[in-house]
């Protein structure tokens, strides 16, 4: 887990809560604050066609979002006669390799990322990287896009668990010193906003490929060009309300046995 500490960070989150502000706001980087999802699905196809197993769109779910040895496990099982001679292992450091060359060479901010990323930084909201992608994708992603943009990034190494599991998200929170449902996530897959979900977060869902319906507690947009920190800070409110209904409902329970 990678991150600056500035001197301020705690009375900022402090003031952002009060004033009704995210605490923080947490992005997803593949196909949320990056255009690199595509290179994902394009390093997995890749591997894919070397142990002669074409992917098909019903393999999204399990390479969009996912982390590489969920991907490269998935390979290995539905690799038919090729299968005895793979190692999932290699597999997963082979899509590592892959993708992480890609994105050296094609970084490109998703639309209204960066515009929004300053939004909050004007504003004093801390923001993390919170991602599935190895340590030195997260790393090479953080350079491109500015490393003082980000508080905090955490990569897949650095929890036991990650997307769909809440950990990825609640790492992020414990460390910023925030609670989670004072956060936003902006996501864009299926998986990431199950782990932002389970984690007790706002979501903010911008689908890059796969479509993801509204639901409480979760707003959908076409893009980033749509959000600011007006929308995010109602979207904080909304869970806040309902986490204090549900606290009231608690206590006047536990007061009737």
Request: with cysteine; charged share 20%.
């Amino acid at each position: 887990m990678h991150h600056r500490t500035p001197e301020k960070l705690t009375l900022t989150s402090h003031l952002a809560t009060t004033a009704h502000l995210p605490a923080a706001v947490l992005f997803d980087m593949d196909g949320t604050l990056v255009d690199t999802e595509r290179l994902w699905w394009a390093a997995a196809e890749q591997v894919a066609d070397r142990i002669g197993r074409p992917l098909t769109d019903a393999d999204m779910p399990h390479v969009l979002g996912r982390a590489s040895a969920h991907t490269a496990a998935h390979l290995h099982r539905t690799a038919g006669p090729a299968a005895p001679g793979l190692d999932v292992n290699a597999l997963a450091a082979e899509l590592d390799a892959v993708f992480t060359a890609r994105v050296a060479r094609e970084v490109v901010p998703r639309p209204g990322a960066v515009r929004l990323l300053d939004e909050l930084a004007l504003a004093g909201v801390p923001t993390a990287i919170v991602s599935a992608s190895p340590r030195h994708a997260v790393d090479l992603v953080r350079k491109a896009l500015g490393e003082d943009r980000f508080a905090l990034t955490v990569a897949v190494e650095d929890t036991v668990r990650t997307k769909p599991a809440p950990d990825p998200y609640l790492a992020a929170a414990a460390e910023l010193g925030v609670e989670p449902h004072a956060c936003v996530v902006v996501e864009d897959t299926p998986t990431g906003v199950a782990s932002a979900e389970a984690a007790g977060c706002a979501v903010l869902a911008v689908p890059s490929t796969v479509p993801i319906e509204p639901a409480p507690n979760r707003t959908v947009l076409d893009s980033l060009e749509s959000a600011d920190l007006t929308l995010l800070s109602s979207l904080v409110a909304s869970v806040a309300s309902v986490a204090s209904v549900a606290s009231v409902v608690s206590v006047v329970s536990t007061e009737g046995n």
